[in-house]
């Protein structure tokens, strides 16, 4: 009897010889050699790494709305908070944090060969600036500045009060510019315009990384400072720490304490360490910003955006 598949005039469909069963691997693979090559993916930016140097007082934990900012708009950047000299330790005096700090940045600018970025706020803006004065190859891009002294301090604050309890900035020149004051990193950057001499033979730091002082290594580290790529000089009238204010962006007070800008400062004048060269290739970025005290400095999200994040490239 004929099944129904012959009654209706169908043939059984033919399996493929087994010989063409074992070929078949073969030809996807010689298919997928044939087709055109997939789109890339689209590239993503690589981005310089980025090291935060804290100041005063300070730690790492304080940049912790810093660290989120920077992940947001710039994802997978590596960023190194370094956390030494927290809290009292950073009274230490300021070449012994350099020497530390560099010593920490130093692997990191080995490893980027396309250069690095340095966020240093407060008093480590001055250590920075140090960095950048002693390494002969450092690679540093942008040097952001955030509410640095970096023409000195001049003014009451807590941590003054705190530290030197029975005396006022009139007379703190008495132990700041003696041997023992200059143990004291606040002492290093104290600026007293009323006793200018006295500061430019005792200062043990600020006067020299300023080139106010002749020193052997003068020249060196004019050159070292000036293979930054980018100076960024943050700071505002309503800071309430850094005295006076425009010392963030190397103002400061003459002996009748008026504030003579930076183009009016002898260093600038006499480009002592590099500052009007840097002005001069269109290196300086001034960043103002008012309505922000000192402690707000690293966590305010406005200020990133527009002074910071711009050059994190």
């Known amino acids: 009897?004929?099944?129904?598949?012959?009654?209706?005039?169908?043939?059984?469909?033919?399996?493929?010889?087994?010989?063409?069963?074992?070929?078949?691997?073969?030809?996807?693979?010689?298919?997928?050699?044939?087709?055109?090559?997939?789109?890339?993916?689209?590239?993503?930016?690589?981005?310089?790494?980025?090291?935060?140097?804290?100041?005063?007082?300070?730690?790492?934990?304080?940049?912790?709305?810093?660290?989120?900012?920077?992940?947001?708009?710039?994802?997978?950047?590596?960023?190194?908070?370094?956390?030494?000299?927290?809290?009292?330790?950073?009274?230490?005096?300021?070449?012994?944090?350099?020497?530390?700090?560099?010593?920490?940045?130093?692997?990191?600018?080995?490893?980027?060969?396309?250069?690095?970025?340095?966020?240093c706020y407060s008093q480590g803006g001055l250590v920075c600036r140090a960095l950048l004065s002693v390494m002969d190859e450092h690679n540093v891009d942008s040097f952001i500045s955030l509410s640095s002294p970096q023409m000195g301090q001049y003014g009451d604050t807590d941590y003054l009060k705190w530290l030197f309890p029975t005396s006022m900035r009139s007379n703190l020149y008495r132990i700041c510019y003696s041997p023992w004051g200059q143990g004291f990193s606040i002492c290093n950057y104290w600026h007293d315009p009323h006793h200018d001499d006295l500061y430019l033979n005792a200062s043990s730091f600020l006067a020299l990384i300023n080139g106010e002082r002749d020193h052997p290594n003068a020249t060196a580290w004019r050159k070292n400072f000036l293979r930054v790529g980018r100076l960024v000089l943050i700071g505002g009238p309503d800071d309430g720490v850094i005295t006076p204010w425009q010392s963030s962006f190397f103002g400061f007070y003459d002996a009748n304490e008026t504030v003579l800008e930076m183009e009016e400062q002898l260093v600038y004048l006499r480009d002592s360490f590099g500052l009007k060269t840097l002005l001069a290739r269109g290196a300086i970025v001034r960043c103002p910003m008012a309505g922000i005290s000192h402690t707000a400095w690293h966590s305010n999200r406005t200020l990133y955006e527009t002074c910071i994040e711009p050059w994190l490239s």
């Open 1 to 119: 009897m004929k099944s129904c598949g012959s009654m209706l005039g169908l043939r059984r469909p033919q399996l493929p010889p087994a010989g063409i069963l074992l070929l078949l691997p073969f030809l996807l693979l010689l298919l997928l050699l044939l087709l055109p090559p997939a789109a890339p993916a689209p590239h993503r930016a690589s981005y310089k790494p980025v090291i935060v140097v804290h100041g005063l007082f300070d730690s790492s934990y304080s940049f912790r709305h810093l660290l989120e900012y920077i992940n947001e708009t710039h994802p997978g950047t590596v960023v190194t908070v370094l956390d030494l000299f927290d809290g009292r330790e950073s009274l230490r005096p300021l070449w012994e944090q350099v020497q530390g700090f560099g010593e920490a940045v130093a692997p990191i600018m080995a490893k980027a060969p396309q250069g690095v970025h340095l966020i």
